[in-house]
């Protein structure tokens, strides 16, 4: 699940983060906090970062008790501009979520995305240092 929804970062086509969560689910980006599908994707329609861009995750603590789990992990976003051009990673950070199984599939309750690096400045009037 965590790697379907980091793909779509990568994706051209339009993309809906906010199947991803449950119905009442919470999205706090340094502080900018959006709840429920709709507004989820609408913060996220704001991102038109160009060329390629790949999102690393790395160090994952997935502890999982029955239908819910906590997830800690790194992020690192990598763009490259053209299939020639070096990459170049222009963000970094941590993210924790809070997930529920429904029917069978994970789902986002709550998820917490702290910027340690890159920070775009769009986000520096809202964030919190976590």
Do not use: C
Request: no cysteine; net charge negative.
């Amino acid at each position: 699940m965590l790697v379907d929804y980091y793909t779509l970062f990568g994706q051209r086509s339009p993309r809906d983060f906010g199947s991803y969560y449950a119905d009442n689910g919470v999205l706090d980006v340094n502080g900018v906090v959006r709840q429920g599908r709709e507004p989820i994707n609408d913060l996220y329609k704001g991102i038109t970062e160009g060329g390629n861009i790949h999102i690393l995750i790395s160090n994952p603590k997935i502890v999982v008790d029955g239908d819910s789990a906590m997830v800690d992990l790194i992020w690192t976003e990598v763009v490259s501009e053209n299939h020639a051009a070096l990459p170049r990673i222009v963000e970094q950070g941590r993210e924790h979520d809070d997930l529920v199984r429904r029917n069978g599939r994970w789902l986002f309750m709550k998820r917490m995305v702290t910027n340690d690096g890159g920070l775009p400045a769009a986000l520096e009037r809202n964030y919190k240092e976590r």
